[in-house]
Protein backbone atom coordinates (compact mmCIF):
# COMPACT_ATOMS: atom_id res chain seq x y z
CA UNK A 1 0.00 0.00 0.00
CA UNK A 2 1.55 3.05 -0.90
CA UNK A 3 2.08 6.44 1.36
CA UNK A 4 -1.15 8.12 -0.41
CA UNK A 5 -3.35 5.45 0.05
CA UNK A 6 -2.47 5.16 3.69
CA UNK A 7 -3.18 8.61 3.99
CA UNK A 8 -6.36 8.43 2.29
CA UNK A 9 -7.71 5.36 4.49
CA UNK A 10 -6.69 7.35 7.32
CA UNK A 11 -8.37 10.27 6.20
CA UNK A 12 -11.52 8.16 5.84
CA UNK A 13 -11.41 7.10 9.17
CA UNK A 14 -10.63 10.20 10.92
CA UNK A 15 -13.39 11.89 9.35
CA UNK A 16 -16.08 9.43 10.90
CA UNK A 17 -14.67 11.36 14.15
CA UNK A 18 -13.78 14.35 13.42
CA UNK A 19 -15.09 17.50 11.23
CA UNK A 20 -12.15 17.27 8.46
CA UNK A 21 -12.51 17.27 5.01
CA UNK A 22 -8.80 17.13 3.76
CA UNK A 23 -6.12 15.91 5.69
CA UNK A 24 -2.32 16.14 4.95
CA UNK A 25 0.85 14.78 6.56
CA UNK A 26 0.99 18.36 8.04
CA UNK A 27 -2.61 18.14 9.58
CA UNK A 28 -1.85 18.51 13.21
CA UNK A 29 -3.86 15.79 15.17
CA UNK A 30 -3.97 17.89 18.46
CA UNK A 31 -4.49 21.43 17.51
CA UNK A 32 -6.10 20.94 13.94
CA UNK A 33 -8.12 18.21 15.03
CA UNK A 34 -8.58 18.62 18.88
CA UNK A 35 -8.32 15.13 19.03
CA UNK A 36 -7.77 14.65 23.33
CA UNK A 37 -6.05 11.62 24.75
CA UNK A 38 -9.39 9.37 24.47
CA UNK A 39 -10.02 11.12 20.85
CA UNK A 40 -6.65 9.34 20.09
CA UNK A 41 -6.92 6.05 21.46
CA UNK A 42 -10.39 5.78 20.02
CA UNK A 43 -8.06 6.73 17.27
CA UNK A 44 -5.49 4.51 17.67
CA UNK A 45 -8.20 1.03 17.57
CA UNK A 46 -10.18 2.13 14.43
CA UNK A 47 -6.43 2.49 12.90
CA UNK A 48 -5.81 -0.69 13.96
CA UNK A 49 -8.53 -2.51 12.86
CA UNK A 50 -8.80 -0.89 9.34
CA UNK A 51 -4.91 -1.52 8.97
CA UNK A 52 -4.93 -5.44 10.45
CA UNK A 53 -1.81 -3.89 12.39
CA UNK A 54 -0.79 -3.85 16.40
CA UNK A 55 -0.13 -0.60 17.52
CA UNK A 56 0.21 -1.30 21.30
CA UNK A 57 3.60 -0.47 21.62
CA UNK A 58 3.82 2.79 20.01
CA UNK A 59 4.64 6.23 22.27
CA UNK A 60 1.44 7.80 20.66
CA UNK A 61 2.69 10.97 22.45
CA UNK A 62 5.26 11.51 19.82
CA UNK A 63 2.79 11.37 16.83
CA UNK A 64 1.79 15.40 16.17
CA UNK A 65 1.49 15.40 12.34
CA UNK A 66 -0.45 12.76 10.35
CA UNK A 67 2.52 12.38 8.69
CA UNK A 68 3.62 10.99 11.96
CA UNK A 69 0.65 8.23 12.25
CA UNK A 70 1.28 7.70 8.17
CA UNK A 71 4.93 6.83 9.09
CA UNK A 72 4.04 4.28 12.39
CA UNK A 73 1.32 2.66 9.74
CA UNK A 74 3.77 1.87 7.30
CA UNK A 75 6.71 0.81 9.40
CA UNK A 76 3.90 -1.98 10.90
CA UNK A 77 2.53 -3.10 7.89
CA UNK A 78 6.45 -3.82 6.76
Known sequence: MSREDILKKLESI?????????????TDMRDDLEADSIGMLELVMD???????????????????TGDFVDIIEEKME
Open 14 to 26: VSQEYDVEVLTEE
Open 47 to 65: VEEAFDIDLSEVDFSKIEK
